[in-house]
Each structure stands twice: as structure tokens, then as C-alpha cells.
């Protein structure tokens, strides 16, 4: 998950939504929800605890 990985480096760094995604070269629209799980984790950062939970939203999507 290169995304999470570089939306957490970013966040840490304080950049913003808009910010990452230009970077990522993705849109705000795609990488909002990935930023919104992120943020709730800070500072802890827990890489699997934030790809669970990316992954589980992804799947509740779906439905």
C-alpha cells in the first residue's frame, strides 16, 4: 500500500489533503478516505491497524 505509506510519511510532516495528492498524483476524491483513517491513528501510526481498517472500508463499500 504505497498510498498509506506515503500518507503516513505526510502526515507526520503536516501536509496537507491536497498536498498528498498531488504527490501521489491521485485525486483528493480517492486518497480522502485512506487521509481520514490516517489521521484518526495519530500519532500511533499502527500500519496494520490502518490497513485494516483502509481495507475494511473498502469492502463496505462494495456492498
Excluded: C, F, G, W
Excluded at 10 to 23: P, T
Excluded at 38 to 62: C, G, M, Q, S
Amino acid at each position: 500500500m504505497r498510498i498509506l505509506q506515503r500518507q503516513k510519511r505526510a502526515r507526520r510532516i503536516n501536509k496537507s489533503l491536497e498536498q498528498i495528492a498531488d504527490e501521489l498524483e491521485e485525486s483528493v476524491e480517492d486518497i480522502h478516505p485512506i487521509y481520514d483513517i490516517v489521521k484518526k491513528h495519530a500519532p500511533e501510526y499502527d500500519a496494520d491497524t490502518i490497513t485494516t481498517e483502509v481495507l475494511e472500508a473498502r469492502e463496505n463499500e462494495k456492498v
